[in-house]
């Protein structure tokens, strides 16, 4: 399995194609990956539908083990597959991935009276993270502000991977894994990496 720095640099690469629109031509396909998966990177990113993650890191199939749930939290479910990805896969990248404007992240900043009670304890997920970050009680929060939360909602689900997962916190310890976290913004396609233990 690729080292984490290595991993990363893959994903940068693939993010620069899919910007430049100039995209793998012969990319992992379903044929390629029929035997057992060797996904070189985990990500744990939001389920927003114009967050394709494949498509966005421009990778194949086989390539990238992806955990997809609103506001990417790190809930139990989450951390499990991810241990899943690290022990029984061996990889050694995870990457947090939030994005522009996350309705996830919105609804936590502005607590909307009436989520209904599954929705609401997403949304309790990521009110930690943008502690301080809240707009004036039933204001709209501005970009800025929206984008600064989102990018302090990824880097806390990456710190929550320490605390929710002794597995995934003793490889990183050890210097065997790496987590970092990043921002996608829909306008330019673009990935940006926040912070990198690698
Ligand atoms: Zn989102």
Known sequence: MIAPQDALERLRAGNARFVQ??????????LD??????????VLGC???RCPVEAIFD???GELFVVRVAGNVADATQV???EFAVRALGVRLI??????NCGAVQAALQRPADLPSALGSLVDRIEPAIDGLRPDAGAEPSDILLA?????????TANALHAGSPLIDHEVAGGRVAIASAVYAFDTGIVTFLDEDV
């Open 59 to 61: 990778q194949g199939f």
């Open 33 to 42: 990956a029929l035997g057992p998966q060797r996904p070189f990177a985990a």
């Open 21 to 30: 629109g100039a995209p793998n031509p012969s990319p992992q396909s379903r």
């Open 148 to 156: 600064n939360a989102v990018a302090a909602n990824a880097r806390h």
């Open 80 to 82: 499990g597959s991810l």
């Open 47 to 49: 389920s927003d539908s």
């Open 95 to 100: 990457l947090v991935l939030g994005h522009q």
